[in-house]
Antibody, heavy 119, light 110 residues
Framework: QVQLQESGPGLVKPSETLSLTCSVF??????????WSWIRQPPGKGLEWIGY???????SYISSLKSRVSISGDASKMQFYLKLTSVTAADTAVYYC???????????WGQGTLVTVSS | QSALTQPPSASGSPGQSVTISCSGT?????????VSWYQHHPGKAPKLMIY???KRPSGVPDRFSGSKSGNTASLTVSGLQADDEADYYC??????????FGGGTKLTVL
């Protein structure tokens, strides 16, 4: 059974960089056709797909964040990462990591971690 | 990449059926058979309920079913149970390696 767990600072100052880690348990991040994804949910709002990194290392991002976001991975640590630069209060959200698959759906999710942007 | 359109709320009594719609465009919902649905109880991890329009992952009851017509997908929950009360999100492949969610529907079991 695959499990994912997000970790990182719960508070980030405006204009700084948000950095989160997703640790993957019970599965491989290198085998199969998977898309290791980040999704966020601002308070009181719906889910927003941020982007992914594939097993082959290719990335894709939502166009509205493309200039500020990067997703990377470390297969040896079974982890992948999210970096979002120049954050503002609008980036306050619960951030989820999830596994996407070849059926273009997200089949395993982490519990989410709340990141608040505030001075 | 505009969000897919869902009704903000839906409701039904125990045992009844309820259908939630998800409207997109020919660039996402209408263009691919890659529509998925997620159940989200606040504070918990979202759960995949339907993928590829109408397929159920192992362990999801057959009370949950999905369909699509043109640019609109639908999730039907039959035999409503108290535990079905949650937020439901549709999602679709949007081409060019992108993914888009709907705005979410709060399902209330009366």
């Amino acid at each position: 059974q695959v499990q994912l767990q997000e970790s990182g600072p719960g508070l980030v100052k405006p204009s700084e960089t948000l950095s989160l880690t997703c640790s993957v348990f019970g599965g491989s991040v290198t085998s199969g056709s998977y898309y290791w994804s980040w999704i966020r949910q601002p308070p009181g709002k719906g889910l927003e797909w941020i982007g992914y990194i594939s097993n082959q290392g290719s990335t894709s991002y939502i166009s509205s964040l493309k200039s500020r976001v990067s997703i990377s991975g470390d297969a040896s640590k079974m982890q992948f990462y999210l970096k979002l630069t120049s954050v503002t209060a609008a980036d306050t959200a619960v951030y989820y990591c999830a596994r996407g698959n070849s059926e273009r759906c997200l089949d395993y999710w982490g519990q989410g971690t709340l990141v608040t942007v505030s001075s | 990449q505009s969000a897919l359109t869902q009704p903000p709320s839906a409701s039904g009594s125990p045992g009844q059926s309820v259908t939630i719609s998800c409207s997109g465009t020919s660039s996402d919902v209408g263009g691919y058979d890659y529509v998925s649905w997620y159940q989200h109880h606040p504070g918990k991890a979202p759960k995949l309920m339907i993928y590829e329009v109408s397929k159920r992952p192992s362990g999801v009851p057959d009370r949950f079913s999905g369909s699509k017509s043109g640019n609109t997908a639908s999730l039907t929950v039959s035999g409503l149970q108290a535990d079905d009360e949650a937020d439901y999100y549709c999602g679709s492949y949007g081409g060019s390696n992108n993914f888009v969610f709907g705005g979410g529907t709060k399902l209330t079991v009366l």
